[in-house]
């Protein structure tokens, strides 16, 4: 006999810059209507969203992230390996996956989305350090990530750009070695990043892989070449406005099962826009359809 349906929402309080909390409150009684056995979880920040939405999915069988990036990465993981559904209400500066399900900035759309209930199931990556379900990036794109999570701009747009030009002017080209699943031989490059692509962008608007499909069983690699910096900061300002690589610059390679990830010496790194401990080898698996997901 299936289980009835239930629904816990997360919220992370510090989304909307900080708005989230107040917002959800006056929205409670009108969500508990609308789905049964509705339940409103409030996230402050010494919480482990992960270990709650692991616990949640044992009581609910759909558990909805409101938040950014981040926020949904957390729940993921914590929903990974569970029959429970996920559902997004995106509050964050970039919501890259909510874009990929086609989930937009408005609320009452996005309610309307989980009551329609379309479900698909979405690959998600695995590493050393847990899972993710858009982009992971390390060089230039890593540090890009680390100096917008420092920035005081409470624009998304903004952060993502004033970090991504001190760390085009802070980088240097790095040694990588890259083994897919599958191939002979070893990719050996100087290259100025790496980014593992389930989804098209990142940081809202920055289509670094724009063949990706985040439920085609496979995830794309984008090898960004050693070319001058000044060329890098050129492409840069074009995927500022919406514009995605020139095919010259960068080596797209994909996977199906796993790759691993060597460079010269550790790297700041991101998944999902969350930085991830510092390494100089990552390895990624493919789970193909492992998270059922409502979508647009």
């Known amino acids: 006999m299936s289980k009835k349906p239930s629904y816990c929402f997360i919220i992370n309080c510090a989304s909307n810059a900080f708005r989230a909390e107040a917002f959800f409150r006056n929205k409670e009684s009108e969500l508990k209507a609308r789905f049964p056995g509705t339940s409103c979880i409030y996230i402050s920040k010494d919480d482990s969203i992960t270990e ?4 949640k999915a044992e009581e609910h069988t759909h558990i909805i992230a409101c938040g950014g990036d981040g926020t949904v990465n957390r729940v993921a993981n914590g929903l ?24 937009d900035h408005v609320f009452d759309r996005n309610v309307e ?40 701009f409470k624009s998304g747009f903004l952060r993502y750009f004033m970090g991504g030009l001190k760390a085009l002017i802070k980088s240097k080209p790095l040694r990588t070695k890259i083994s897919i699943s599958g191939q002979t031989n070893d990719i050996e490059q100087e290259v100025w990043m790496v980014a593992v692509a389930n989804g098209k962008s990142e940081g809202g608007k920055y289509q670094i892989s724009p063949s990706s499909i985040n439920s085609d069983g496979k995830v794309e690699l984008i090898v960004v070449k050693s070319v001058t910096r000044v060329r890098l900061i050129y492409e840069f300002l074009k995927l500022s406005f919406g514009f995605s690589f020139n095919k ?32 100089d080898h990552h390895t990624f698996k493919v789970l193909p359809g492992a998270l059922k997901v409502i979508t647009a």
């Not at 559902?87 to 970039?94: A, D, K, N, W």
């Not at 350090?129 to 680390?146: A, E």
Request: with cysteine; aromatic share 8%; glycine share 12%.
């Open 113 to 152: 989305a989980l009551s329609r209930e379309e479900i698909t199931r979405v690959d998600v990556v695995s590493s050393d350090w847990g899972y993710f379900l858009n982009t992971f990036g390390i060089g230039v794109d890593g540090l890009t990530n680390y100096y917008a999570s420092k920035s005081g």
């Open 80 to 103: 990974v390996g569970s029959n429970c559904i996920l559902g997004v209400i995106p509050l964050g500066s970039g919501n890259d996956f909510a874009q990929s399900i086609g989930l």
């Open 52 to 55: 709650i939405a692991r616990q």
């Open 248 to 279: 010259q610059m960068v080596d797209e390679y994909s996977f199906t099962d796993s790759v691993s990830i060597s460079t010269e010496h550790v790297l700041k790194a991101h998944a999902d826009g969350e930085q991830v401990p510092e390494n």
